[in-house]
């Protein structure tokens, strides 16, 4: 089956109230039927499901008759699950577990999401096949996840995202967010550090990866991120001159030992992927993440003018 273009008609996804969440409910709506649901669900239009509760899930699931799923649950907060690695071991390893047991009872394909956090950080590059090598609890977390669903779903799409971006000044719990913030709040200095390297992920564009891939039939796992090297240094600076303000706000490069107290879980030094799987077969769509963090800064931009408007 591997290689045969499909398409679908009814698409269960199960964590769509993050900030990933939204973009892939947008890109789903526009063609097809989508059922929605959270642990904390945001709107009324989705439904309450803990992917943990495998009965739950089942009964969601098999309810609306999906022929796509797609698991974007996650505990990402690196901390959290650092002090409360059963939390961390639900949502992410569990829930995939339970999600991929329906999806291959069901016979229907399988989207889960993992992240560039397994590998370890000792390469500069990492490309779908090289071995993780996990630092954290979310990252084995993940991991399990990862693989559980490799071996137990014939039919499955394994992703990697990078550092994501998106979701606006609501959703985004991610690095762009956190420095908009502090700018919106009257920071006129700005911290970042220059020793931790990755690949900043627009959620639109995985969002429209995810489902060329899908649609593909091309069976697998892939690295999925946008293009071009990174600090959080960089990100930051790019940010700040993408919201013209680059003689308002100064960016001072630090490295991660100012952090260390807030952010104690550790971090690979690189979490840098590159799409050779998606390039091999025609399906890489991601744009470099310079260009999409210039569209996305348009949300803090009229964001910002309305927070300094007078009133």
Known sequence: ????????????????????????????????????????????????LDVADAELFAKAVDAFEPDLIVNLAAET????????????????????????????????????????GIFGGDQEWYSDDDVPDPLTVYARSKLHGERFVQQHVRRHFVLRPGWMMG???????????????????????????????GSPTYTHDFARGLLLVARSGHYGTYNQVGGGTASRYDVALALVDDLGLSDQVEVVPVTSEYFAEAYFAPRPASEQLVNARLRERGLDVMRDWRVALEEYSEVFRRDLERHRRPR
């Open 1 to 48: 089956m591997n290689g045969d273009t499909h398409d679908y008609s009814r698409i269960y996804v199960a964590g769509a109230a993050g900030m990933l969440g939204e973009a892939v409910l947008a890109a789903c709506s526009q063609h097809y039927e989508v059922e929605a649901s959270d642990i904390a669900p945001r709107t009324d239009a989705m439904s309450f």
């Open 77 to 116: 907060d690196l901390e959290l699950c650092e002090h409360d690695p059963e939390r961390a071991w639900a949502s992410n390893a569990v829930g995939a577990e339970n999600g991929a047991r329906i999806a291959e009872r069901l016979g229907v394909p399988y989207v889960y999401i993992s992240t560039a």
């Open 167 to 197: 979701g606006g000044p609501d959703l985004d719990k991610k690095f762009v967010n956190k420095v908009y913030r502090q700018i919106r709040d009257g920071a006129t200095t700005v911290r970042a550090v220059t020793d931790l390297l």
